[in-house]
């Protein structure tokens, strides 16, 4: 088993500095794509509880105040789930709920969502070859606790998983399904190298998240295939920095576009209480911005961006039956393909021919842009730590809706 630390490979990058022109609210560019002043006014996420399988959670912070239930450690218990050494868990839970502290800090999609951290990722080298065993294991946790949703802004490359282990997540995964649970994850970031798939996000069933830019592009390093069932916003995302750098940080990560999603499933399912996470998977693909070309799903985009609003503000949404996970009977019926498997073994994936869009409301796609930069005040770091837990290997963006 590779170290899960070793093996995590956050994001980094260039670094400048930073702009004192605008507001921390100002740099988050998908607020006000996704029109969330206007959703804000319908649903926040109160009542939502989103299980946030991560490095642990800072609750001190102040984007978080009074928003971190107490969570539990599965690597290292005698720590808690309240500590956050590397600082993704932390970044990913502000971007779900944090409340933007007076325009300074970090808003949340869904600010009165609250976060049940668990920490699956130990702090020393030894305590990282638990990772996968500790997935397995918060992901049942999560599924018999009063949370909804399970956001896994995290994965591990087959290679990465012992013999039986990807059949122990399924069962897992199955196990918080039937239980009313709605799981997405995030697919990875190395669809410009290996492109290779990462679990839980190809589990049967589970959301795989891959990231988009403003544009509405996919990113060339967002990880492509039959396990992509979402887009969202991951690229220019400013999270929390983590690695010891303070203040906050521009990141890329389908980790950032997978909790956006999470946080616009909260802003639907708080809607809606007596949903099941299947109805609230549903309408999430019901409602996303589609590919502006090509077959649905995309192995790029899956069903399309995320667009919380259409559900939120717009008319009557039918969430369907309960009790039918929509991935599960698509692929019950689609027919079969070299991806069409997402629980079979990997194999090489054939080269993407040109860089997919999603449509926003006048179908206009665009180009990408991939900038990383810092913010922190009066000087410039040197080095940028954020992004995603990905066990895999580099980046992924953001939207345009």
Known sequence: MVSALGALLLLGGAVAPAATADTMRDRQWYLD????????????????????????????????????????????PERGAHKDKDGHGTAMAMLIAGNGVNDQGV??????????PLT???SSKESGTNSVPAVIEAIRYAADSDAQIINLSLGFEDYMLETGEREEIQQAVDYAIDRGKLLLA???????????????????????VGAIDKTLNVTKFSVW???????APGDEIPIL?????????????????????????????????????????????????????GKIPS?????????PRFAVLGGKVDPGPPDVNPLVAARATASPSPSASASASPSKKPEPSATPAAKDDDGQGGGTDTAVWIVVGAFAAVIVVGGAVLLVRRRSTGPGY
């Open 120 to 122: 699956v990722f130990g």
């Open 33 to 76: 794509r996704m029109q969330a002043p206007a959703m804000w006014k319908v649903s926040t996420g109160k009542g939502i509880t989103v299980a946030l399988l991560d490095t642990g959670v800072i609750p001190s912070v102040p984007e978080l105040t009074g928003k971190v239930l107490k969570g539990k450690n599965f690597v290292e």
């Open 299 to 307: 192995r790029y985009l899956g069903y399309g961006a995320v667009r």
């Open 225 to 231: 295939g039959s396990e992509v069932a979402l887009a």
């Open 107 to 116: 808003k949340g999609l869904a600010p009165d969502a609250r976060i049940l």
């Open 186 to 208: 995030a697919t990875g970031n190395s669809g410009d190298k290996d492109n290779d798939p990462s679990y839980p996000a190809a589990s049967v069933g589970v959301a795989g």
């Open 241 to 293: 920095c983590g690695g010891g750098v303070s203040g906050y940080c521009k990141s890329n990560g389908t980790s950032q576009a997978t909790a956006i999603a999470s946080a616009s499933a909260a802003l639907i399912w708080s809607m809606h209480p007596d949903w099941t996470g299947n109805q609230v998977l549903r309408v999430l693909m019901n409602t996303a911005g589609k590919p502006s070309e």
